[in-house]
């Protein structure tokens, strides 16, 4: 499977840490891609690897993810105020 942004949302907990495991191994440029993509900040990932030495890297990655994933969505939600306007609506 081709590991990407859109895949990685779609896997459960578990899929999603061996996922991050297997691009740490094989592809971590590509990890880093991703994260940046996420916006995970690199400071706060850092200080999380490096307060939990003996964690599976893959698990504490993806829970960053996850957090990240669901800020993004509540703030789109946030802003997403007005209602949508319905196709069958006349337009002026």
């Known amino acids: 499977m081709e590991i990407n942004l859109q895949s990685l949302e779609?896997?459960?907990r578990p899929s999603l840490e061996?996922?991050?495991n297997e691009l740490?191994?094989?592809d971590f440029s590509k990890l880093v891609q991703i994260l940046y993509r996420i916006d995970v900040s690199e400071a706060k990932l850092k200080n999380i690897l490096n307060s939990n030495p003996n964690e599976d890297a893959g698990k504490l990655i993806a829970q960053v993810i996850v957090d990240r994933l669901e800020a993004t969505k509540k703030a789109r939600e946030s802003f997403n105020t007005t209602p949508r306007i319905d196709d069958t609506e006349?337009?002026?």
């Open 10 to 12: 779609k896997l459960d």
């Open 18 to 20: 061996d996922a991050i």
């Open 24 to 26: 740490i191994k094989n």
């Open 90 to 92: 006349e337009r002026l």
